[in-house]
Nanobody, 119 residues
């Protein structure tokens, strides 16, 4: 199983970015898909997560600004980030948890994509 993330970059405060992540490989089913981030000198933290049924959970710091969505058929998860501020600067990682074709549980991470918000 592989996760390929894209969409990071440099944006000014108040701007928007859209992150996408596609899962591929020997996947039978994906339960939760999510985005996490790690700022310099800080621990990785949950940004948003979405279940296969579409239930979502957000970090308090991004509620009302970020929206997570997924396409189960395409095995993709997207994070729309609006009203970005410098505190959102971090490396963003996508994550997927599920079961592969051999009935083994998996928990994989994408390679990370850098989001930089300038003031």
């Amino acid at each position: 199983v592989q996760l390929q993330a894209s969409g990071g970059g440099l944006v000014q405060a108040g701007g928007s970015l859209r992150l996408s992540c596609a899962a591929s490989g020997s996947i039978f089913s994906i339960n939760d898909m999510g985005w996490y981030r790690q700022a310099p000198g800080k621990q990785r933290e949950l940004v948003a997560i979405i279940s296969s049924a579409g239930s979502t959970k957000y970090a308090d710091s991004v509620k009302g600004r970020f929206t997570i969505s997924r396409d189960n058929a395409k095995k993709t998860v997207t994070l729309q980030m609006n009203s970005l501020n410098p505190e959102d600067t971090a490396v963003y990682y996508c994550n997927a948890q599920g079961r592969d074709l051999y009935s083994r549980l998996f928990n994989y991470w994408g390679q990370g994509t850098l989001v930089t918000v300038s003031s």
